[in-house]
């Protein structure tokens, strides 16, 4: 059941086909009020759908929805349960609906093999109307090497999902040797779309879900890992993201504790001037 | 409609009246499912409870549940509105159950004055069999000076809630003058109940609220300023808990940015060896 039905090809050459990323968040409004998607096959990872682009599905639910109020300040989706290949619902509600805030609760589930329905993935999400006020980034900004001064990671032969990233590691690259060598859990790569596109909000929370286990790298053992619940801070306003345009973007990613078969996780993404577009945590399972 | 109905009176001599955060912690069971809390006065902060015992009563809602598994690992809750004085329903809902991890949407709401039922908090929560493994705090032990060397935070003619709490400043304390000169926005304290008890899921929960605004440090400005969402992701278990008793714990937090009326709150509550019980995000608005 874990199979996608085909895998996509997208347009490399920059053509005129829709973009796969632009594909995956293509949804039908249902009578009840839900939404439908797919699970994208051009984004497929081990077992079901890349993260990322599950929770960009469940923000976008909120985004299209005709009720919504501002752009996303807050989003925290937890991964519940494995997603298949075919068609999705996604319920949207907003909860509470105030001045300049709106507070949303979202469902993701499919029809099982026993045809009933499952809740794979839930998600709150806060969206607000802001408004420029004393702004500050208070941590400091990362060294920047160019992009084009660092190798692409090659993901041939890899999972599908990592052919649509463009990523270039700066520190911090999955350990070449798994010899139970401990060392630091941060990783630093530039990253984008492949092929380019603009950044939009949706594409900045599937964004933050790039990075491979932290455990991998602490202790250089590629053991079982997958992430339970990630939340997404979006300090990123449209002018912004429309400055940033298709450039890369700076991610890294820590762990503060890795406890009792959970780790936690701790991002950064900032645009290509320095300026701070997200930031993010996870909770991520493993077994060590 | 925010005045408390009356003060409370804490047993200050450590008597056998019931801690005023177990009364908070009271849940009545209603034939819906969901059940009835009160909005504490003991708890009161300037138009409504201190945000850290709502979400302590959301994860109560949880783990008082029938059908709970394991102990939590992961809880988001979202302020979406005010809580009045008055009684609380709380609904808590296993949205996915597997089999060592199970996925829970919560919600908080109150009938408005028009006799509407409005929901005020929403939350999801995330609890787990939890097994021994490989376990590592990957962030540097903070300096403990001992907390009776640091002086207690005299919280007479303050806000209610502040009297339920021993805390001592380490560093980073609310700056004395309100002179507009900008500086680091980071506060260590010790802090635990008072009257002390021993550290359970929910205090612990509750104990991640306990900062004061980021952005009245980094400015000194008191400017208008509220949590809208909070992420704890737990890493004690019940051992740990318990080894850690009544003692204080060491509570940190910092912002990684301020942003046009949001700012994030990054924080890491350390038990009195400096294990790390817990790490906690938050968005807040803030007006300046």
Request: charged share 20%; proline share 8%.
């Amino acid at each position: 059941m874990n199979q996608p039905p085909s895998p996509a090809h997208p347009s490399a050459g920059g053509g005129l086909e829709t973009h796969p990323f632009d594909q995956a968040l293509l949804m039908t409004p249902e009578h009840d009020g839900s939404v439908q998607a797919q699970a994208h096959p051009a984004y497929w990872n081990m077992v079901g759908p890349y993260g990322g682009v599950t929770a960009a599905q469940m923000l976008q639910a909120v985004l299209q929805h005709p009720e919504v109020l501002g752009d996303p300040i807050s989003m925290t989706v937890n991964f519940a349960g494995p997603v298949q290949a075919g068609n999705l619902r996604i319920e949207a509600v907003p909860a509470r609906t105030n001045r300049s805030t709106q507070h949303w609760t979202v469902h993701m589930g499919q029809r099982n093999a026993e045809g009933l329905f499952e809740i794979s993935t839930t998600a709150t999400v806060i969206t607000a109307v802001r408004r420029e006020t004393f702004s500050v980034d208070d941590i400091p900004k990362p060294a920047m090497p160019a992009p084009s001064t660092c190798e692409r990671y090659d993901t041939r032969k890899s999972m599908e999902w990592l052919n649509r990233y463009d990523m270039r590691v700066v520190q911090g690259a999955i350990p070449k040797a798994w010899d139970d060598s401990e060392q630091e859990s941060i990783t630093q790569l530039w990253v984008r779309d492949d092929p380019p596109r603009p950044l939009d909000f949706a594409a900045l929370a599937a964004l933050c879900d790039v990075f491979y286990p932290r455990i991998w790298l602490r202790r250089a053992r590629q053991v079982p890992a997958g992430t339970v619940g990630m939340t997404v801070y979006f300090h990123a306003d449209r002018a912004q993201l429309a400055k940033q345009g298709n450039q890369h973007l700076l991610a890294q990613a820590s762990a503060q504790t890795f406890r009792n078969g959970f780790f936690d996780q701790t991002a950064q993404l900032w645009d290509s001037e320095g300026e701070l577009l997200a930031t993010s945590h996870q909770i991520v399972y493993y077994k060590a």
